[in-house]
């Protein structure tokens, strides 16, 4: 879909709008809000994804590091998961795959 990494994070159910298939991108760079296309197979996983945790609005929502909820259970956090553990599963993965290059990226300066 082309989100920034945090855009993605800070998804919530309501944002996803499957009817119309689009996603409400809210506060993205220079703060403006977006309608995106969501295809039907990206909606497909973000449902599949959700099943795992029935946060009821976050849909990355971020868990006590090593806690995985067992299942049935509803995700209680209170903030989206961080960009360091994004960029950290992205890291193993690839570290596992034969791409040819390393897979980097962008450290933001705050």
């Not at 959700?50 to 909820?69: A, D, E, I």
Request: charged share 25%; hydrophobic share 35%.
């Amino acid at each position: 879909m082309g989100l920034r990494l945090n855009e993605a994070l800070s998804l919530q159910v309501g944002d996803i709008d499957a009817a119309r298939g689009f996603a409400h991108i809210h506060r993205g760079k220079g703060a403006k809000d977006r309608l995106l296309p969501l295809p039907p197979s990206t909606l497909k996983l973000l449902r599949s994804y959700w099943c795992t945790h029935r946060h009821p609005s976050l849909l990355f929502p971020g868990n006590r590091r090593g806690h995985s909820l067992a299942k049935h259970e509803i995700s209680t956090a209170k903030n989206p998961m961080s960009e360091t553990t994004v960029q950290e599963a992205i890291s193993k993965i690839t570290g596992t795959m034969n791409l040819g290059k390393k897979v980097t990226h962008r450290k933001r300066n705050h």
